[in-house]
């Protein structure tokens, strides 16, 4: 499954820290790291909370635009030695450099140019999206919209939210999304991960996105299940994740096949993926193996992920021949 080209829509950028690279510069900078680590080297967490903190320990170690060179560049190659063509990260300015707000725009000029020369080895493009941090409260989230808006543009496409979704309300951020949407940028949040199906409906009639990070809970809810197939909102399922991180107790009972069955949008991408031990590859044999998925609802589902993009039409044609599209 490594050869055959993927599109990813929901990666986070220091979610996708190889724990060596993580291990390596805590030992460059002399920063005492040894808790966040398994004996077998791999990142150590008990559940989703836990991994959320060993998660903001590991990007402690990123503090210059430097190390996020370092680190595009890992996680670029690791994505297009597992066929993805095209892929969507998450990024957070609040944890470059430990919220070095002020020097955002070095973080995204290393973390572009180290992306342009993994595409130009690799024939892989990368497009950002910032996230605010939902459990760092809404007042933290106004000046990382701020910097979305600043550097809106061909690269910078989009504005999310990701974290804790059962930390308050996602109208509790309201004046972060219309500063992120007047800039002209795309919205997606993450929901319905962790907090049922009134977590996705929140996110929907709060902040009308047009994709849902997740959002699988809703499988709870038939009325919603309707609702985002008839409104044709894009759900960034990451299965592999939600199995690992326990949402659902083993792959046979993930509801992303009974979700496109019911005429939802459902993409598949990785999140996290090293904190998991998972790759696209490994989600892919997973959904075959469990659900039988063959190549042509793979082409189907990458074709949804494309529609979905957040990039231009031109970025859209390219990486339709690189799906083996004949026509874009
Ligand atoms: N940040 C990184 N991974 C995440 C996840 N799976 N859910 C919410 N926030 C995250
Ligand atoms: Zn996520």
Redesign the pocket.
Known sequence: MKDSPKIELHL?LE?GAPPALIRGMAREKSVDLSGIFRPDGGYAYRDFWHF?SV?EAATSVLQTPEDYARLTTAVLEESAANGVVYCETFLSPDFCGGGDIGAWREYLTAIREAADAVERAHAITLRGIITCIRHFGPERARPIARCAADTAGDWLVGFGM??DELKGQPGDFRWAFDCAREAGLRITV?AG?WGGAASVRAALDQLAPERIGHGVQAIEDPALVDRLAEDGIVLECCPG?NVVLGVFKDWPSHPIERLRARGVKVTVST??PPFFGITMASDYENLTRHFGWDDAIFADVNRTALDAAFCDPATKKIIAKRLGETQA
């Open positions: 986070h979610g959320l998660y990701a974290g993450h991960e994740s999140d996290d």
